[in-house]
C-alpha cells in the first residue's frame, strides 16, 4: 500500500510545484511552491510513519498480551493498552513535530496547509485501503467459517483468519491513527489559518494548547490500570475523563499566566464537552449492556432481516444526538467569542475544534486497545491456550470493540468541527484575496448547485467503497470454500493440515489496493472540478453540502455498523441460544452487513470531508483565477 501511495504523493507533488500557491510560470520566484511540495511530503511521511509505528508495536503487542493473560487480566490489559498508547503519542508527536517544524523555519501557517493535506490524503488511503483489507478477510472468514462450517471464531482451519488479524492492525490502527493524526494536523492548521487574520498572539495559541494535550494524555496513560475483577471498559473511560480534567486545568493555568482571554478557554472548554458527550452517546447506542444492542440482539430471534432492520434503525436514531452537540458546540464557541471582536467567532468554532482533539492520544491509545485484544484472543484460541486464559481476552476484546465504536465517534465529531473550521478558513481567506464579503446564500443557484453536488459525494464515495469490500470479499469466499472442499482433512483438523493462508492474505492485498484508488481519485477531481466550474461561491455550498452529508452517513454507519458487531458478541456471551444458534447465526449475518459500514466506509467518510477541505482551500488561488463563474 506504501508503494502504490509513494506513487500518488510523487504525481501530487509534480501538481503542486507546477500549479500552487502560484502557477510557476507567473511567478520569479518559485520558492512558494516549493515549501509547499516539501511540506506536503513531509505531512505525508509523518503521517505514514505514525501508522507503521502503531501498526509494528501493535502487532508485538498482541502476541504479549496473549501470553500474559495465563497470568490475569492485569498484565494483559496493561500490555495492550501500553501498545495502543503508543500510536497515539506518535501520532500527536509526529502531527505538533510537523506543524510546528513547518512554522519555525518558514513563520507561514498558509504552508501547513500543504503538510495538511500530505497527512490527509495518506489518511484516506490508509483508512479506505486498510478498511477494504480488514472487511474483506472478515466478512469471508464469518460466511463461510462460522455460518457454513459452523466452526468457532479464529478457528485456525479457517484459511482467512491469519488475513482477519492482519487487517485488524491494517484499518483499526495503521489507519485510524492516520485518521486521527489528519484531523489532528486539519484542526491545528484551520485554527492558525485564521489566527494569521486576526494578529497577536492567536497563531501560536493552538500549538501551546496542543502541548498540554499531550502532557495531560501521558499523564492520563500512566494512571490506567487494571486490577483483578475490574470492568475494562470502565476504567478506560476513567482514564479520559482525568486526562480530560487535567486538560481543563492546566490550559486554565497557561490561559491565567499568559493572560489569554478566558472566552479562548471557554471555548476550547465547548469542544472537549461535546467530544465526551459524543462519546457517551456512542456508547449508549453500542454497548452490550445498553437497550439498543439487547433489543437487536433479540431481534436476531426471527432471523437476518429483522436483525437488520432494527440495528439500522437505531443506527439512524443515533445520529440525531451528536449532530445536534457538533451545531450547539459551533453555536456556543461562536457565540462566546464573538464579543471579543470581529471575526473572533470563527475562531472560537476553531479553537472549538482542536479542544475537541486536544486529548487525542488518550483517545487513540483507547481505540488501539481493541484490535490489540482482539488479536490476542484470537492467537490464543489458534494457540490453544485454557479457556480460563481466552476469557480474560474476551473480556478485553469485548471492551475494546466499545472504545472502538466511542473512537469512531470521536473521530467523525471532531471531523466535523474541524472541517467547519476548514469552511470558515476558506471563507476568510477568499475574502482577504478577493478583498470583499462573501456570503453562501442558498437563494444563489451557483451556491445552490454546489450544496447538492456537495450532498451527494458521500453517498457515492460510501457506495464505491462497499462495492469493493463486496467484490473483494466474493473472491475471498470462493477461495475459502475451494480450499475446505480440495485440502483433504481440512475440515476435521487432521494433523498436519493447515489451510493456505498466504493466498487469502494475497486477495485481500491486492483487492484493497485496487479498489481504493477509484473512490480516492474522484473525490479529488470533482472537487477541483466544481472550484473551476463554479468558482468560489459554488464551491462554498459544495463544502457546505459535503460536510453535513459526509457527518450524517459516517454517523449512521459507524454506529449501525457497531451496534450489529455487539449485538453478536451479546448473543456469543450466552444470550439468546449463545453461540451456534440460529440467533447467533442471523447476527453474524448483521454484523457481515455492518462491516463494511463501521470500518471502511463510515470511519473514512470523516477523513474525506477533511480532504474535500483541504483541497478546496489548497487550490483556491487557482479558482480565484481561473474559474468559468466567478
Known amino acids: 500500500m506504501y508503494k502504490m501511495l509513494g506513487m500518488f504523493v510523487v504525481v501530487m507533488s509534480i501538481i503542486l510545484l507546477i500549479f500552487l500557491p502560484h502557477p510557476i510560470w507567473s511567478t520569479t520566484t518559485p520558492i512558494d511552491n516549493i515549501l509547499l511540495v516539501v511540506a506536503y511530503l513531509f505531512g505525508s511521511l509523518c503521517s505514514g510513519l505514525a501508522g507503521y509505528l502503531g501498526m509494528d508495536v501493535a502487532t508485538d ?9 495465563q497470568k490475569g487480566i492485569t498484565r494483559a490489559f496493561l500490555i495492550a493498552f501500553r501498545g495502543g498508547a503508543v500510536t497515539g503519542l506518535a501520532v500527536v508527536g509526529l502531527a505538533l513535530l510537523g506543524v510546528s517544524a513547518i512554522y519555525f523555519f518558514t ?14 490524503a495518506m489518511a484516506l488511503f490508509a483508512k479506505a485501503g486498510g478498511g477494504i483489507y480488514t472487511k474483506t478477510a472478515d466478512i469471508a472468514a464469518d460466511l463461510v467459517g462460522k455460518i457454513e462450517m459452523d466452526l468457532p471464531e479464529d478457528d485456525p482451519r479457517n484459511p482467512a483468519v491469519i488475513a482477519d488479524n492482519v487487517g485488524d492492525n491494517v484499518g483499526d490502527c495503521a489507519g485510524m491513527g492516520a485518521d486521527l493524526f489528519d484531523s489532528y494536523v486539519a484542526s491545528l492548521m484551520a485554527v492558525m489559518l485564521l489566527g494569521v487574520i486576526l494578529g497577536g498572539y492567536l497563531v501560536e495559541l493552538p500549538l501551546i494548547f496542543a502541548g498540554i494535550g499531550i502532557t495531560s494524555a501521558l499523564i492520563g496513560i500512566f494512571l490506567v490500570n487494571v486490577k483483578e475483577g475490574q470492568d475494562p471498559g470502565a476504567v478506560l473511560n476513567n482514564g479520559t475523563y482525568v486526562t480530560c480534567i487535567l486538560y481543563l486545568i492546566l490550559t486554565s493555568i497557561v490561559t491565567y499566566l499568559q493572560g489569554y482571554n478566558w472566552r479562548l478557554w471557554g471555548a476550547s472548554t465547548v469542544g472537549l464537552i461535546v467530544g465526551v458527550i459524543i462519546g457517551m452517546t456512542t456508547e449508549y447506542f453500542t454497548s452490550t449492556n445498553k437497550p439498543p444492542t439487547q433489543l437487536t440482539a433479540s431481534s436476531s430471534l426471527t432471523g437476518p432481516a429483522v436483525t437488520i432492520i432494527t440495528g439500522f434503525s437505531y443506527g439512524l436514531i443515533s445520529v440525531f444526538p451528536p449532530l445536534v452537540g457538533i451545531g450547539l458546540g459551533s453555536w456556543i464557541s461562536y457565540t462566546l467569542c464573538e464579543a471579543i471582536g470581529p471575526g473572533y467567532g470563527v475562531y472560537g468554532i476553531g479553537i472549538s475544534a482542536f479542544g475537541m482533539l486536544s486529548v487525542v492520544a488518550m483517545i487513540i491509545a483507547g481505540d488501539s486497545f481493541g484490535p490489540i485484544g ?14 480460563e486464559t481466552i476469557n480474560i481476552l474476551d473480556k478485553l476484546d469485548a471492551a475494546g470493540n466499545t472504545t472502538k465504536a466511542i473512537t469512531k465517534g470521536f473521530a467523525i465529531g471532531a471531523a466535523g468541527l474541524t472541517v467547519l473550521s476548514i469552511l470558515a478558513a476558506y471563507k476568510e481567506v477568499a475574502e482577504v484575496q478577493l478583498n470583499q464579503i462573501i456570503t453562501f446564500d442558498l437563494m444563489n443557484p451557483i451556491v445552490m448547485v454546489g450544496v447538492l453536488i456537495g450532498i451527494a459525494l458521500p453517498p457515492i464515495f460510501s457506495a464505491i467503497l462497499m462495492l469493493g469490500v463486496g467484490k473483494n470479499a466474493q473472491r475471498m469466499i470462493e477461495e475459502v470454500r475451494r480450499q475446505f472442499k480440495e485440502i483433504p482433512g481440512l475440515r476435521e483438523g487432521k494433523e498436519g493440515v493447515v489451510p493456505d493462508y498466504a493466498k487469502c492474505v494475497d486477495i485481500a492485498t491486492i483487492g484493497a489496493l485496487h479498489e481504493l484508488m477509484p473512490a480516492t481519485i474522484i473525490i479529488i477531481t470533482v472537487t477541483i472540478m466544481v472550484g473551476l466550474i463554479f468558482g468560489v461561491y459554488g464551491l462554498g455550498g459544495y463544502l457546505a453540502g459535503n460536510i453535513f452529508s459526509g457527518l450524517l452517513f459516517a454517523l449512521l454507519m459507524s454506529n449501525a455498523g457497531g451496534l450489529w458487531d455487539n449485538a453478536k458478541k451479546y448473543i456469543e456471551e450466552g444470550h439468546h441460544g449463545g453461540k451456534h444458534s440460529e440467533a447467533h447465526k442471523a447476527a453474524v449475518i448483521a454484523d457481515t452487513v455492518g462491516d463494511p459500514f463501521k470500518d471502511t466506509a463510515g470511519p473514512s467518510l470523516n477523513t474525506m470531508v477533511t480532504v474535500i477541505g483541504l483541497v478546496a482551500n489548497i487550490f483556491l488561488p487557482l479558482f480565484l483565477i481561473y474559474a468559468l463563474f466567478r
Open 61 to 69: 503487542s498482541n502476541m504479549r498480551s496473549a501470553h500474559s493473560a
Open 107 to 120: 513563520g507561514d501557517p498558509n504552508i501547513i496547509v500543504g503538510f495538511s493535506f500530505g497527512a490527509s
Open 374 to 387: 482482539d488479536n490476542a484472543k484470537g492467537i490464543a484460541e489458534m494457540s490453544g491456550f485454557t479457556e
